[in-house]
């Protein structure tokens, strides 16, 4: 077995492209999550983003307006859903899968006329010199600026969770939204503002699927990413930086296993394919082990309506 | 992420019901039902199996009634979507994906008064015929081809399951290809679904960086094709043209074309001469098509597949003519002895030379 022919840099090109869409969504689903909200249309805004989007990069030619109309698609629709669950106090478990089977048929009607056509590809970021230093250079200077974007985004998003004041209003919502409402926020516009963002995330991230990862438009091209993107939120004990964590390592082993099969190692295909499954279960059989930390990371009012009654 | 499909199946046999509430006024038409495993957006499978019943709306008009779920996965779920179907007062019901083989089975149990009709299975019943193409004919063709071009003489293969319609399929191409090409090789990538762009795009980009020239899939998407086309490489449509993803890319492909089957079993449901049968028809009767060569191929390779097409549509020529040997050197055909189609229908081991072991 050769081995010295897996070169390890196209094989972090493919597992970015497989680990991004995962990280976009599932970051902005943190935020939503961290707000109190459980939105499982995650699939649905994804589609929808990678339909808007793609619409958007064909018609007008460029791909940073078909991401930008992919995040307003995507936190379009999750208006939808902030408006049932916000204030008509819909079943927010109910509401998601709802909007995922809208999301889902809408896009498919949306995408008909876009079948077989060529989206403009996203130039790539070089940087003079840098770029064409061997591996490193390849390794970490000469993506596309979505992968950059998203890494920042993680950042953004500690950041503002963390060290801002408006980040602690948000994770009180998420926490005690009686003790927020109490104080003076406005739970619900709160919500409805973590709600679009997380519709936006997964939205740019549905895009990088239909722009970047397969350069086409085909129905349900989505495939189910939208639902690791919420075990991955899980998985990452609502801890932004191991969302980073959770979505490389899932399309790592992605890759790593179709890159081993197609070199030839004689491992069945249908254990190496149930790999990232198994490991996401066994870290979440892990933390979960400790009941105490495990109900401390999960915000307390997940899932819950919330109600002013004054 | 089944309870969403169940929901979305329950939601579309709403429409279903619906639908065909409205034709009480016209007679009693036949109902048709389809279930598929993809989109029939998928531009592959699903969506030709979808084009068969369009034909059979087509073809007998207000007659006929049809109905379709799509996006059910295989398994209990399935269970469930043809238990509503049937329920529904469907007539016959087309099960279109491998893996409904046992579903369809136990509810056709429970309904002797619905035929059930499930395609690319072994399991008959009463009132459950299966049908299937022989895609192998046309993998043998298109096998000709790859083994001619490659230039590093390097096929990438993206397979879906392993079940004896696939094994089959890696099987005739390899022997063609080997046959044009001593020197081919190759590489199977299993990738446990018949539907996931994101997916099949991630086996094709790792088959390219191993050297591969030339893919051959059997998923049901055209990601590999737009991943071809962007990578340089060279690949064919699978079920559908799919010309559009692949103007360079693409060499030809196997076309499935279901309508005519579809409309004849319609028909016999309607004349009350439906009986549980087993179809597997291939290029001769035109299930399986050959989709038009690229300029690309040289014409003497062109001529070549050609031969090899009309021959297998005259019954001069079968893919799987001994000497075959099986993987581990057991002789399988002798020289001469073409394969029976009880062993072809259960294939699970692959022809000697291909490098890999098949998973079971």
Redesign the interface.
Known sequence: MDFSSLDPVAMMVLLIGAATPILLAAIGELVVEKAGVLNLGVEGMMIIGAVTGFIAATTTGSPMLGLLAAALGGAAVSMLFAFLTQYLLSSQVATGLALTLFGLGLAALMGTSYNGIKPPRMARLEVEGVSDIPVVGELFFSHDPVIYFSLFLVFAVWYFLNRTRSGLVLRACGENHDAAHSLGYNVQLIRFGAIMFGGACAGLGGAYVSLVRVPQWTEGMTAGVGWIALAIVVFAAWKPWRVILGAYMFGGITILQLSLQALGVSISGAYLSMTPYIVTIVVLVIMSADRKRASLNAPACLGTSFHASH | ?K??KT??AA?AMGFALAGSAYAGSHGEPVKAGFIYV??????GWSYEHDQGRLEVEEHFGDAVETSFVE?VPEGADAERVMTQMARSGVDIIFTTSFGYMDPTLNVAENFPDVVFEHATGYKRADNVSTYSARFYEGRHVIGLIAGSMTETNQV?YIASFPIPEVVRGINAAYLAAKSVNPDVEF???????W?????????A???I????DVIMQHTD???AM??A??KGVMAFGQASDM???GPTARLSSIIDNWGPYYVARVQAVMDGTWESTDTWDGIAPGMVEIGAFSDRIPADVQALAQAASDAIAAGDLHPFTGPINKQDGSAWLAAGETADDGTLAGMNFYVEGI???L??
């Open positions: 992420m309870f969403t929901l979305a939601a993809g989109p029939v957006g998928d531009l996006s990438g590489k199977v990538v299993w990738v446990y679904t539907f996931d762009p994101g997916k099949e795009a991630d086996a980009n790792a088959l960086e191993q050297g591969v998407s055209p990601a737009t991943i086309e962007e010309m559009a993803f490098s890999g072991d998973p079971n």
